[in-house]
């Protein structure tokens, strides 16, 4: 067997192997199910991004970190901070800050419900009502919650709050926990309707009525198995089932995902399913909305300061233009291709909002042997240039949760809130551009050369018909 045949066949059958874990059925839900939850997750994050960017008293701005705009107006930074503006940016901010207790407050609890909800379709699709299920699951995530805690005052004397949930549970802490409860509760209770040990109403029952009858018993014994698995959680660990599971499954996969390595693995590999023509969300969105994604918000809500969040790598890679803009600046200004340059003034529009498919297909770069090495060189690098310069300092962690197809520079200032973060991307984006060069060169070189070829044998070829002609005329002479 040829070197290229081995080479075709161990391609095919990683093809299939990625292709296989993309279509998986869980994947997929979960997937779905993180997407939906970040829609509302992005709201609250841009209203977060305005309240700590735009109308912070001492953000980019007003603040004398960045333009400075308040002491303009007013004279003097401390005249401004006691103005009555200043006092009106503060209650704006708390308008603001309003957004994420709608939804990062209570991520866990929407989590939950849209994954019950998209378990129930997938693998129930027969399921006359799915908001059934949904319903069971929201009852057994109530149940294992802990219903009372206790703090420290601020004169150190410890309260026992009772009759009231701990709503740590409702936002970041509870993701993980609200996985496992939704997805199981639905799991249990639809295996076990089908066991025939429903009440059976009559065909004149209406259909919602005899739903909620024929739910009953199936209901009542999967809440049943939450309440075992409660009573023994706190019988035997000594704390609540969200408290126990987020100690023993939550924690170390958090830590995990904080690591070096697991930074490396992520974007070594995204930018190689993408080139192989699957797109890295199917394999890596669920991954990161268990471990990233939380870490991601707790710095939005300014609980914690993770370096390593899917913030950090939009603002890094994704937004800095590496996978669109850079490849369609290099080639419309470093070709020399006419069908080359008519492709990017195509994708450049989509480009500048972050957008590659034009660029990526339309060349294209996806499965392009001439094009891999830029492509799977280009994330690593910039991600990794990013984290030099929040290490060294010159950018502060990404806090503020910005949509990726903001253009590049812009997205930089509003993830960073400094003028720094725009010139971090900027620098990432030529780095880019140059990555590419010398390989839109070679692509040139090597479409020149084939068409040279081709203009040769055209040549031969015409010069052959020639010939044949000119002797038939000699024949029809003589």
């Known amino acids: 067997m040829s070197k290229t045949k081995k080479e075709r066949k161990m391609k095919d059958k990683f093809t299939a192997l990625i292709c296989k874990v993309s279509g998986n059925r869980f994947l997929n839900v979960l997937r779905d199910s993180f997407v939906l939850v970040a829609s509302l997750t992005l709201i609250a994050g841009f209203a977060i991004m305005i309240s700590s960017v735009f109308i912070d008293p001492n953000g980019i701005i007003f603040g004398s970190s960045g333009l400075g705009l308040g002491e303009m107006i007013f004279g003097s930074e401390k005249e401004f ?12 901010q708390n308008i ?6 709608g939804a990062m407050s209570i991520n866990a609890l929407l989590i939950v419900v849209i994954f019950s909800y998209n378990v129930s379709r997938k693998y129930f699709s027969d399921n006359r009502e799915h908001m059934v299920s949904v319903m069971y699951a929201l009852a057994a995530f109530f149940i294992c919650l802990p219903w009372d805690f206790n703090y420290t005052s601020a004169k150190g004397i410890e309260v026992d709050i009772n009759g ?17 409860v939704a997805g199981s509760a639905t799991f249990i209770f639809n295996k076990l309707s089908k066991l025939n040990i429903s009440i059976k109403m009559p065909d004149s029952v209406p ?5 909620s009858f024929e739910s009953l018993v199936p209901g009542m014994l999967t809440l049943f198995v939450f309440i075992i698995a409660t009573v ?3 019988t035997f660990a000594g704390e609540s089932l969200p408290e126990f599971i987020l100690t023993t499954l939550q924690a170390p996969a958090l ?13 070594i590999t995204w930018p190689l399913f993408q080139w192989l023509g699957i797109h890295p969300t199917a394999i890596w969105g669920a991954i990161f909305g268990m471990t990233w994604d939380i870490a991601g918000n707790e710095n939005v809500l300014g609980v914690a300061k993770h370096l390593y969040t899917t913030m950090f790598m939009n603002y890094s890679t994704i937004a800095a233009g ?18 080359n340059k008519k492709i990017t003034k195509v994708a450049l529009a989509p480009a500048i909002f972050n957008i590659s498919e034009p660029i990526t297909f339309g060349l294209p770069i996806i499965l392009n042997p001439i094009y891999f090495i830029p492509f799977i060189i280009v994330q690593p690098l910039c991600f990794y240039i990013a984290v030099f310069f929040t290490k060294i300092g010159f950018i502060p962690v990404v806090c503020n949760n910005v949509p990726w197809t903001v253009p590049p520079i812009i997205s930089g200032i509003l993830f960073t809130g400094t003028i720094a973060g725009g010139l971090v991307q900027l620098i990432n984006l030529v780095i880019s551009m140059a990555i590419y060069y010398p390989f839109v060169k070679i692509a040139d070189k090597m479409e020149l050369d084939k068409m040279t070829e081709t203009e040769k044998l055209e040549a031969v070829e015409t010069k052959r018909v020639s010939l044949l002609r000119g002797r038939k005329n000699e024949t029809k002479i003589s």
């Open 81 to 92: 901070l006691a103005s009555g503006f200043a006092q009106m940016l503060v209650q704006g």
């Open 96 to 101: 603001f800050n309003f957004f994420s207790k």
């Open 164 to 180: 009231i949930i701990n709503s740590n549970f409702l936002g970041q802490q509870g993701i993980f926990f609200g996985l496992i």
């Open 207 to 211: 259909p919602a009525v005899a739903q």
């Open 232 to 234: 023994i959680s706190n």
């Open 255 to 267: 830590a995990i995902s904080k690591t070096a390595a697991f930074a490396l693995v992520s974007q």
């Open 322 to 339: 590496t996978f669109a803009l850079a490849p369609v600046l290099s080639i419309l200004f470093f070709s020399k291709l006419k069908q």
